[in-house]
């Protein structure tokens, strides 16, 4: 089993940046794909961004799109998210997850292990 930490999180003001952290534990990132989900109040967790398990490919919802960007950094076992140009509908809970498989994936149930999340607020 692997365990995830998330950090980095904070209140920032719109058109800011951010870089979330994901530390692992347990087992090696390598033997993961990664993905990163938020849920704002009131509404369903989404997707944001994935990775593959050997940093291949990467995918991203729309909404962030140009303007976040994940990594995976295996030698030190922590995965990434880049946000820039921050925007208050950013605002949420954002949690990193891994997989067992060798793609990424947008579907949360594809994911076995979770973080315990951490906040962004953008402000207006």
């Known amino acids: 089993q692997v365990q995830l930490v998330e950090s980095g999180g904070g209140l920032v003001q719109a058109g800011g940046s951010l870089r979330l952290s994901c530390a692992a534990s347990?087992?090696?990132?390598?033997?993961?794909?990664m993905g990163w989900f938020r849920q704002a109040p009131g509404k369903e967790r989404e997707f944001v961004a994935t990775?593959?398990?050997?940093?291949?490919?990467?995918d991203y919802a729309d909404s962030v799109k140009g303007r976040f960007t994940i990594s995976k950094d295996n030698a030190k076992n922590t995965a990434y998210l880049q946000m820039n140009s921050l925007k208050p509908e950013d605002t949420a809970v954002y949690y990193c997850?891994?997989?067992?498989?060798?793609?990424?994936?947008?579907?949360?149930?594809?994911?076995?292990?979770w973080g315990q999340g951490t906040q962004v607020t953008v402000s207006s």
């Open positions: 347990g087992r090696t990132l390598s033997s993961y794909s």
């Open positions: 997850a891994a997989a067992s498989r060798w793609s990424g994936s947008r579907n949360d149930y594809d994911y076995a292990y």
């Open positions: 990775i593959g398990r050997i940093s291949g490919t990467s």
